[in-house]
């Protein structure tokens, strides 16, 4: 079962791109459920699930939040001068695997 939507020429203008991909038995009919329980269509569940997801990933390899306590602390390690790394000075040492012979 298909949800159905009419769409105005402004919803449609900020369409661009359309997605097709194969999904489980299992999966779809718990999708289309949860859509039908929402009160959505299924295109609409499904961008917004996975928009949230996105957003979610995303700020959470490019965002995160201290306390102005939790931020000082951060700062005082950025600013310290390095330690000496004697493991990481012997593998600078070395000849790169990479590195012509």
């Known amino acids: 079962m298909y949800g159905t939507r009419v769409y105005n020429g402004a919803a449609m203008k900020q369409v661009k791109d359309r997605w097709d991909f194969r999904v489980a038995e299992g999966v779809d ?23 949230l997801e996105a957003e979610r990933v995303l700020a959470d390899r490019t965002q995160f939040s201290l306390s102005p306590r939790q931020w000082a602390s951060f700062k005082a390690l950025l600013d310290r001068p390095p330690r000496e790394n004697a493991g990481l000075k012997r593998l600078f040492a070395r000849s790169s695997v990479l590195s012509a012979k």
């Open 29 to 51: 009919s718990l999708v289309r459920r949860a859509a039908e329980t929402t009160d959505r269509s299924l295109t609409e569940f499904v961008v917004d699930a996975a928009r």
